[in-house]
């Protein structure tokens, strides 16, 4: 009775992971370089200790025709981040202390897209290496999307660490599918890449989108959910031509720094983060160990096949795929533990810094309860009060008041209203 009941289950997962693959028979096109008439876009990098992997990315900024200005937010860094900055030609903001409830990259954006000029603004990591045309390409998108993520080559040292990094990015793939799907996800299935990202300025202070996610760790996708529910046009696109991301010196580090955000825990009702474990420990890890075991069934077999599938897609993913990314499925039990710790106990510290109880993002038809960290909460409540993003204050005024001139969200029943891409235009 049992096997009868774990085989349906296991039929299942494969039923909605073959689902969510098919999709990629749909993707859109890969972003293409793209040439603006005149330079209009403005890059902002949060940077906290990136002494050691900043210039390589403000070098390639920099040199971009199509990019305005630089802005590196010092995010209160204790090497040489802000001095390598300036002394490249970056516009250098120097990082207000941390408020509360606020998880140090979203305080660091908000600041910096403050600081911005430019009608566009991309926000870029310190390990991102952009080529010629991106910033071009995601101007042009934001013709048809309110936000855009892009997704990059990664760069891996060593069969280790590419072996376990490609199977912790099957573990994405086999949840939401693959990159670029033609048809938009529901806005709580919504994905999104923190490491480039572009949107209008006026539209995204409007909306005030970094102050709504301030204590998600997983906040590229909080912001993406939070944003499409909001009714905004959500894009996450395939950049690998145009764009490399060396995230990890190791596979410790992949394992460590990587896995601790990987299950997207503060922005994924409990729901589907147990729908979600499901899929990948009966779809791509048992199997894997009951043929270590020698017990495969025939459901096994056929789940190790489209596994060794994704595996030779994924290789597209890599600046330079080896014999690791072949391997992954090997790893797949591990990085579906990996999943499960980080869902069961969630890691909340980063560079130094403890965060208080994560944050749970809260819009409509997820199924999510607006959790509490800190001071603040992440979501606007339709004719409420909602605390205020600003350091010392008290409360935003409800739904039907003016905003001030400092945040001034555009609401519809509670929800900030997409921007209007033909007006931005």
Same mark, same amino acid.
């Given at each position: &009775?049992? &096997? !009868?009941?774990?085989?349906?289950?296991?039929?299942?997962?494969? @039923?909605?992971?073959?689902?969510?693959?098919?999709? /990629?028979?749909? !993707? $859109?096109?890969?972003?293409?370089?793209?040439?603006? =008439?005149?330079?209009?876009?403005?890059?902002?990098?949060?940077?906290?200790?990136? %002494?050691?992997?900043?210039?390589?990315? @403000?070098?390639?900024?920099?040199?971009?025709?199509?990019?305005? %200005?630089?802005?590196?937010?010092?995010? +209160?860094? $204790?090497?040489? *981040?802000? !001095?390598? =900055? =300036?002394?490249?030609?970056?516009?250098?903001?120097? #990082?207000?202390?941390?408020?509360?409830?606020?998880? #140090?990259?979203?305080? =660091? @954006? $908000?600041? /910096?897209? +403050?600081?911005? +000029?430019?009608?566009?603004?991309? *926000?870029?990591?310190?390990?991102? $290496?952009?080529?010629? #045309?991106?910033?071009?390409?995601?101007?042009?998108?934001? /013709? %048809?999307?309110?936000?855009?993520?892009?997704?990059? !080559?990664?760069?891996?040292?060593?069969?280790?660490?590419?072996a376990l990094h490609a199977s912790f990015l099957a573990t994405l793939v086999y949840r939401f599918g693959p990159i670029g799907p033609a048809t938009p996800p529901a806005p709580h299935r919504a994905m999104a890449n923190g490491q480039c990202t572009a949107f209008r300025r006026t539209a995204m202070l409007d909306a005030r989108g970094f102050a709504r996610v301030r204590g998600n760790m997983a906040d590229d996708v909080a912001l993406a959910r939070v944003l499409a529910a909001d009714g905004w046009a959500v894009g996450f696109l395939d950049a690998g031509g145009l764009l490399e991301v060396d995230m990890h010196d190791s596979a410790a580090g992949v394992w460590r720094e990587w896995g601790r955000s990987l299950s997207l825990r503060d922005a994924t009702a409990p729901g589907w983060q147990a729908a979600d474990l499901a899929v990948v420990w009966l779809a791509a890890a048992l199997p894997v160990l009951r043929l270590v075991a020698g017990r495969p069934t025939r459901l096994d077999l056929g789940l190790l096949a489209v596994r060794l599938l994704l595996a030779g897609a994924l290789r597209g993913s890599y600046t330079r795929p080896g014999p690791g990314v072949l391997l992954s499925p090997l790893l797949d039990p591990l990085a579906a533990l990996r999943l499960t710790q980080a869902t069961l106990r969630p890691v909340r510290n980063w560079r130094g810094r403890v965060y208080p109880a994560a944050t749970m993002v809260s819009h409509p038809g997820s199924g999510m309860t607006g959790a509490r960290s800190g001071r603040g909460t992440t979501g606007i409540r339709s004719g409420g009060a909602a605390t205020d993003d600003r350091p010392g204050s008290g409360t935003l005024p409800g739904p039907d008041a003016r905003p001030g001139p400092e945040t001034a969200p555009v609401t519809t029943g509670g929800w900030s209203a997409p921007p209007d891409r033909s007006a931005a235009r």
């Open positions: &009775m049992k &096997m !009868r009941l774990l085989t349906a289950l296991q039929a299942a997962a494969a @039923l909605a992971v073959a689902v969510r693959l098919a999709r /990629g028979r749909r !993707r $859109r096109p890969a972003l293409a370089p793209v040439r603006t =008439a005149s330079p209009r876009v403005s890059v902002v990098i949060p940077a906290r200790d990136e %002494e050691a992997r900043l210039g390589p990315c @403000l070098s390639a900024v920099l040199a971009d025709p199509d990019v305005a %200005e630089v802005i590196v937010v010092d995010d +209160e860094s $204790r090497d040489g *981040t802000a !001095r390598l =900055a =300036a002394g490249l030609g970056a516009k250098v903001v120097t #990082g207000a202390p941390l408020p509360d409830g606020w998880v #140090g990259k979203q305080w =660091a @954006l $908000r600041q /910096g897209v +403050e600081a911005a +000029e430019g009608d566009v603004v991309v *926000t870029l990591d310190a390990d991102a $290496r952009p080529a010629p #045309g991106l910033f071009g390409a995601l101007a042009a998108a934001l /013709g %048809e999307y309110d936000l855009v993520s892009a997704g990059p !080559r990664f760069v891996c040292d060593g069969s280790v660490e590419q």
